[in-house]
């Protein structure tokens, strides 16, 4: 399993090796050619079943050195699925030895601009680092436009790079979700299921399948008992947060709608019992006047399975055990 630990995964490499590996195999019937079938074997086993989570950014709309803008970044069957792209999220990729030309499939929670600011950056920079073929960005209704926008945004750019060094297009593809499966291949599906996030409307929040293993992402929502539904007995749950301390929300209306529609700890108590993930992992972190240990206290005076806040860069590593590192 320790093979799977390294960011230069061998998961990323295990199916183009069982290719080589038969190829050679049928060639050569020497020492190295073992050597080749027990590396098959064994990354197989290790690799199956297993996902890597990377948090690239857990913030809000706050700019913040500490806490990038959504992004969460999933490896599984070899490929990379980015979930939302928030301020930072090319420079955090970097900083995970990840360029982002390696990306090719983005899923939106929804448009808040918190969510989508460092989408352009993606987009044109993995270009300019020659991504093969398109990026491609699944998001609800509007994405669409969005995508028609950016590309209307970046002409300019576009084309005195090409009349510069002949880049092809800058291949970029919307793709607008609803609830249901948005993306299958004979190794992950990824399901899109709406939550609660008015007036925000589709908002949506993804789970990702892969073998045994299980990630939800909350996206953005006050409780939603579809996401309840959808994360039951989920390996890890990523779920947004927010908490305020009480006279600043009497004292500012705004704030209270604010929170109206983002989760405070009661109700990712509940959520978290009505779920009972191996591990809730809390993203989107917007506390105003309250510090996260107090948080944390209150969450877990009604939930005693495994809570914690994430961090940018903190890596997690899902199979038989759930393993927590950082960059
Ligand atoms: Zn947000
Ligand atoms: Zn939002």
């Known amino acids: 399993m320790k ?14 090796s069982i290719w080589l590996f038969v190829d050679q195999f ?28 990377t948090l690239l950014g857990t913030g809000t709309p706050r700019p913040s050195i500490e806490r990038f803008g959504s992004a969460t970044l999933i490896e599984a069957g070899g490929q990379y699925f980015l979930f939302d792209a928030g301020r930072g999220a090319t420079i ?5 030895g990840i360029t982002p030309n390696q990306i090719q499939k983005v899923f939106l929670t929804h448009l808040h601009s918190d969510h989508i600011s460092g989408l352009d950056d993606l987009w044109i920079t993995g270009w300019i680092y020659q991504r093969e073929g398109d990026l491609t960005v699944h998001g609800p209704l509007g994405t669409e436009n969005m995508i028609d926008s950016m590309r209307t945004m970046y002409r ?5 790079r090409t009349a510069n060094v002949g880049h092809e297009d800058a291949y970029l593809q919307g793709v607008e979700v609803t609830s249901g499966v948005v993306f299958e291949d004979s190794l992950v599906k990824i399901t899109a299921f709406e939550v609660s996030h008015q007036p925000v ?35 890890v749950l990523i779920h947004e947060i927010t908490d305020a301390r009480s006279e600043l929300v009497k004292r500012n ?50 939930y005693q399975g495994r809570v914690q806040f994430g961090a940018d860069l903190m890596r997690i590593q899902v199979g038989e055990n759930i393993n927590i590192l950082s960059h």
């Not at 630990?5 to 490499?13: E, F, K, Q």
């Not at 209306?253 to 109700?267: D, E, G, N, V, W």
């Open 3 to 16: 093979f799977c630990l390294s960011r230069i995964s061998l998961c990323t490499g295990y199916q183009t």
């Open 26 to 53: 049928l060639a050569c019937r020497k020492r190295v050619c073992y050597i080749s079938l027990a590396y098959v074997v064994f990354t197989s086993l290790a690799c199956a079943d297993y996902v890597e989570v």
């Open 92 to 96: 955090r990729l970097q900083q995970a």
């Open 156 to 160: 300019e750019d576009i084309g005195y």
């Open 201 to 235: 409307e589709p908002a949506l929040a993804y789970r990702l399948d892969f073998g045994k293993r299980s990630v939800v992402i909350s996206g953005d929502t006050t409780y939603s008992s579809n996401l309840v539904n959808h994360a039951k007995n989920v390996d």
């Open 253 to 302: 209306p705004r704030l209270s709608k604010i929170m109206a529609y983002h989760t405070i700890p009661q109700q990712l108590a509940r959520v978290l019992n009505e779920t009972r993930p191996r591990l809730a992992v809390m993203n989107h972190v917007l506390l105003f006047g309250v510090s996260e240990t107090s948080v944390l206290n209150k969450i877990q005076q009604g």
